[in-house]
């Protein structure tokens, strides 16, 4: 799949649209989902044109995965999520429902979060 790069995501890394920043650095930006599915729910963005988890684990540098995914915990921690408890959560393809073309990982939290699919 090729990367647009007209994606809602690739336009707030770029600046070009605004978000609700909760944690930046050099591999990744995390902002709150606009629709809210929990009392926390934060998105994790790379800083890299990776259209999916497909994407990014076949092609992304070591620096850069690692960076994001060290990213994700330190979100994590800083919403102070790690007691009690998180989810985190990457739709891939069409299966999935993946919305937005541009890899994002969700956190949610903030209360129980009941069984891990709905159905
Ligand atoms: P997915 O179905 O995994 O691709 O999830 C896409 C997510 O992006 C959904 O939870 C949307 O609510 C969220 N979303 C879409 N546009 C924005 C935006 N401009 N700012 C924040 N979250 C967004």
Redesign the pocket.
């Known amino acids: 799949m090729t990367y647009d790069p007209n994606n809602?995501f690739a336009k707030?890394l770029r600046g070009e649209?605004p978000?609700k920043k909760v944690y930046e650095d050099d591999y990744a930006l995390a902002?709150h989902?606009?629709?809210p599915q929990a009392p926390v729910h934060v998105?994790v963005i790379p800083k890299g044109e990776y259209v999916n988890m497909d994407d990014f684990t076949a092609h992304a540098p070591a620096d850069l995965i690692t960076g994001f995914f060290r990213a994700v915990g330190e979100v994590a921690r800083q919403l102070e999520l790690v007691e009690p408890g998180y989810r985190i959560l990457a739709?891939a393809g069409s299966h999935a429902?993946?919305?937005?073309p541009h890899l994002?990982i969700?956190i949610f939290g903030g209360r129980p979060l009941g069984p891990m699919l709905s159905r």
Do not use: R, T, W
């Open positions: 809602v707030i649209i978000c902002f989902d606009i629709n998105l739709n429902g993946q919305e937005v994002h969700h």
